[in-house]
Every structure is written in structure tokens, then in C-alpha cells.
């Protein structure tokens, strides 16, 4: 799907764990797959229900150190930076994060993730200046983290609303 076509695809919705089963088809065959972001762990990078991110599948042997994967800890789904990694065991943590950190084995891994659009349809890769910037400054101090997303969410106080209950992900219709 092409980053144009989001908007109008993207009218159902389905729940968290459903809609991710759903996309690692097209993963699993090579394709892209563009999904609209939800929650703010990965904020400033990502804005919940605003941005789009797109994933492309990844070899879960090649995972580095500063890559956005979205991978299977437990019961959920997430898409984290990667902070650190120990033979088979990777450490994520979101950027909005200011101190939690969840860990899976390699084979949890199952898409990295490669560009955001903005409502702009600005696409943002991950090659891209804002991109390195955020994975080269953002700090790794959990206190000064925490001071920033504070300072952040003043700011720009409508990206961090009333969550809906329940997470739920937009869903292309079926054919």
C-alpha cells in the first residue's frame, strides 16, 4: 500500500492482538505494510492516531542496536527502539519511555520499522535527518527523558488526551 492511500484504507477498527496477527501475512511474504500509530512510547518520533509508520519484515539475526522493531513480549504487541542486545535477548525500550524497558528472544522480532507519514504526508525514513537526530540525542537518562516528555507534552498538550479505553488499530476493509 502506498503512503498516499492511508487515510482512505484505513476506516475499520479491530483490536491489538487481532490486527497484528493480520499484518504479519504481508510481512511474511515480503511486503510492506503501512499501519497508523498507536500510543505514545515511541513519541516524539511517533504520534499516536496521527502519524503512520511502515513496516518492513526483518531477519531477527541482524537486529541492532537502535532499530524501531515491533515484536511479540508475552501477550502484546510493541514497537520499541532497541536498547541493548545479549546473544539471543534484546532489551526495547519506547523513546516516550522515560524508564520501562521490556525484553524478548530474537524470535519475538517480527518487523522493523522503516518511515513515519505525517498527516502532511511527509514520510520521514529511517535515513533521514530527524530520524538520526532523534536516535543520536534522545537521552538514554530516564530522569532527563522524563523532563523533556513533560516539557514536550506542554507544548503540544492535545497529542496526549484521554487514552480509549481498549487499544484498537485501524483495519483496511476486506476485499
Known amino acids: 500500500m502506498r503512503p498516499s492511500d492511508h487515510s482512505a484504507l484505513w476506516a475499520k477498527k479491530i483490536e491489538n492482538n487481532l490486527f497484528f496477527e493480520t499484518i504479519q501475512e504481508p510481512l511474511a511474504k515480503g511486503e510492506k505494510v503501512w499501519i497508523t500509530a ?3 512510547s515511541m513519541y516524539p518520533l511517533v504520534r499516536s492516531d496521527i502519524d503512520a509508520v511502515l ?7 541482524r537486529a541492532q542496536v537502535g532499530q524501531v522493531l515491533l515484536a511479540k513480549v508475552g501477550e502484546r504487541y510493541i ?3 532497541v536498547e541493548k542486545i ?22 519475538s522480532l517480527i518487523a522493523e520499522m522503516v518511515a513515519v507519514k505525517r498527516p502532511n504526508g511527509r514520510v520521514y525514513d529511517k535515513n533521514s535527518t530527524l530520524w538520526k537526530r532523534v536516535q543520536a540525542y534522545w537521552p538514554a537518562n530516564g530522569h532527563l527523558r522524563r523532563l523533556i516528555l513533560a516539557l514536550l507534552r506542554r507544548i503540544i498538550p492535545k497529542q496526549f488526551g484521554a487514552q480509549r479505553p481498549g487499544r484498537q488499530h485501524l483495519a483496511a476493509p476486506t476485499a
Open 79 to 81: 514497537m520499541h527502539r
Open 86 to 107: 545479549l546473544g539471543e535477548q534484546i532489551t526495547l525500550r519506547g523513546d516516550g519511555n522515560p524508564y520501562q524497558r521490556e525484553q524478548c528472544r530474537r524470535a
Open 55 to 61: 513496516l518492513q519484515p526483518t531477519d531477527p539475526n
Open 38 to 40: 498507536r500510543g505514545n
